[in-house]
Nanobody, 125 residues
């Protein structure tokens, strides 16, 4: 059974940092691409970061580019999202997702097969 579990969310002041973690089990971690999505109340789910199977390729949404960095540790089946210079508009539930197959439009949630339950990030002004 595949499990994807996020952690690391919390409350932080604007300008602060958080690091989210996502651990995947029940699958061959090195065979799946991973992505981070977020969803704020009343808004659609937004793809914000993608990291390839090897970690050699990353993509970011314009809204987080230059502030967020994705990485993965194959030894621990974990992907990370380092979030710096946080803004109130970054407040959302953050989700980790895994894709079995090659992903074209990485920002589209339909490309991903496995999802975590999410971790809440709240940025106060």
């Amino acid at each position: 059974q595949v499990q994807v579990v996020e952690s690391g969310g919390g409350l932080v002041q604007a300008g602060g940092s958080l690091r989210l973690s996502c651990t995947a089990s029940g699958l061959t971690f090195g065979a799946v691409a991973m992505a981070w999505f977020r969803q704020a109340p009343g808004k659609e789910r937004e793809g914000i970061s993608y990291i390839s199977r090897t970690g050699g390729t990353t993509f970011y949404a314009d809204s987080v580019k230059g502030r967020f960095t994705a990485s993965r540790d194959i030894g621990t089946n974990t992907v990370y999202l380092q979030m710096n210079s946080l803004k109130p508009e970054d407040t959302a539930m953050y989700y980790c997702a895994a894709a079995r197959d090659p992903v074209g439009r990485w920002w589209e949630s339909d490309n991903y097969n496995y999802w975590g339950q999410g971790t809440q990030v709240t940025v106060s002004s």
